[in-house]
């Protein structure tokens, strides 16, 4: 049960910043925005996640709208091996038993053209 | 650091055969687990997760089942296949904010 929607599919040229968006306006208060990839083949890697505030580690940004319906994943300097398929998805945060699960939807392909 | 192993990495079965489908984490201790499956050009399907030793919640109804007999086993079993039981199943294993994935099983069921 997704509570997400994403755009199927996006190009990005390869060296610039890859913005990956994703609507989510019926999130509640205590849900967080995580964001996963899946390269082809592969089990899925976790890339951030937040609640409010915008966040940025080794891998990416997440920019966090105020009302917290909309967030946007941004790779800063989009590779080749960055093509994979993006998941955006909330859920309640932390260890709660059962609340811990992840809903995947069908994502946004990425692709990074040379 | 944690590793998690799934075996085997690719499966051809014929429909009406069992099926059983391991997953071990190696350096965490009472990790949650799930099972989830892929489908062909479709998103990840949660089907079972674990708190803790025999102790298992389904998603969703079907022909499968999990098993749980040690703290960091996770056993996804069939008595019988179906051809719609087709797919990527991953084995995954969480705490707090992330989960971490296998490399999965592709099976296919003739």
């Known amino acids: 049960d997704a509570k997400t929607t994403q755009p199927p599919s996006m190009d990005c040229a390869e060296g610039r910043a890859a913005n990956l968006p994703c609507n989510h306006s019926?999130?509640?208060?205590?849900?967080?925005v995580y964001w996963y990839r899946q390269i082809h083949s592969q089990g899925p890697q976790y890339i951030i996640h937040g609640l409010k505030n915008n966040e940025t580690n080794e891998m990416a940004s997440l920019i966090i709208t105020e009302d917290r319906k909309s967030s946007t994943l941004i790779l800063p300097h989009a590779t080749l091996r960055d093509t994979a398929v993006y998941y955006c998805?909330?859920?309640?945060?932390?260890?709660?038993?059962?609340?811990?699960?992840?809903?995947f939807g069908t994502g946004t392909r990425l692709t990074v053209i040379p | 650091s944690q590793t998690i192993h799934q075996w085997p990495a690719t499966l051809v079965q014929p429909v009406g055969s069992p099926l059983s489908l391991e997953c071990t984490v190696e350096?965490?201790?009472?990790?949650?687990l799930y099972w989830y499956r892929q489908a062909a050009g479709r998103g990840l399907q949660l089907l079972f997760y674990?708190?803790?030793?025999?102790?298992i919640s389904s998603e969703v109804p079907q022909n499968l089942s999990a098993s749980r007999p040690q703290d960091r086993q996770f056993i996804l079993s069939s008595k019988k296949l179906l051809l719609s039981d087709s797919g990527f199943y991953l084995c995954?294993?969480?705490?707090?904010?992330?989960?971490?994935f296998g490399p999965g099983t592709r099976l296919t069921v003739l």
């Open positions: 350096g965490t201790s009472n990790p949650n």
């Open positions: 674990s708190v803790g030793i025999g102790q």
């Open positions: 019926t999130i509640s208060g205590n849900e967080y």
């Open positions: 995954a294993w969480g705490w707090g904010h992330e989960q971490f």
């Open positions: 998805i909330v859920r309640v945060g932390g260890g709660v038993a059962g609340a811990n699960n992840l809903f």
